[in-house]
């Protein structure tokens, strides 16, 4: 099993800038992605940006060059650094855990992100 904890949300104006952390604990070995999504009212849940354990990135279109994943693997800790927020951003953020090599995955208990002014 794998516990995500994450910290970070909260309210900013349009233009501001927020970190997200992810801080996994449990059984952490092997190949692993981590990353975030978010879910807006109304929507499903979408990708945002993913890092694997290799420091592999990957980010949705919406969010690339707004957004920075990056980790640190001595201590189990994924984050997202937001910059450039708009309303659309608007959502609950959730980390997540991928297992490469038995395909289990994780997910934190969510986040909230409210952008406006």
């Known amino acids: 099993q794998v516990q995500l904890v994450e910290s970070g949300g909260g309210l900013v104006q349009p233009g501001g800038s927020l970190r997200l952390s992810c801080a996994a604990s449990?059984?952490?070995?092997?190949?692993?992605?981590m990353g975030w999504y978010r879910q807006a009212p109304g929507k499903g849940r979408e990708l945002v940006a993913t890092?694997?354990?290799?420091?592999?990135?990957n980010y949705a279109a919406s969010v690339k060059g707004r957004f920075t994943i990056s980790r640190d693997n001595a201590k189990n800790t994924a984050y997202l650094q937001m910059n450039s927020l708009k309303p659309e951003d608007t959502a609950i953020y959730y980390c997540?855990?991928?297992?490469?090599?038995?395909?289990?995955?994780?997910w934190g208990q969510g986040t909230q992100v409210t952008v406006s002014s």
């Open positions: 997540y855990y991928l297992r490469i090599m038995t395909e289990n995955h994780y």
């Open positions: 449990g059984s952490i070995f092997g190949a692993n992605v």
């Open positions: 890092i694997s354990s290799s420091g592999g990135t």
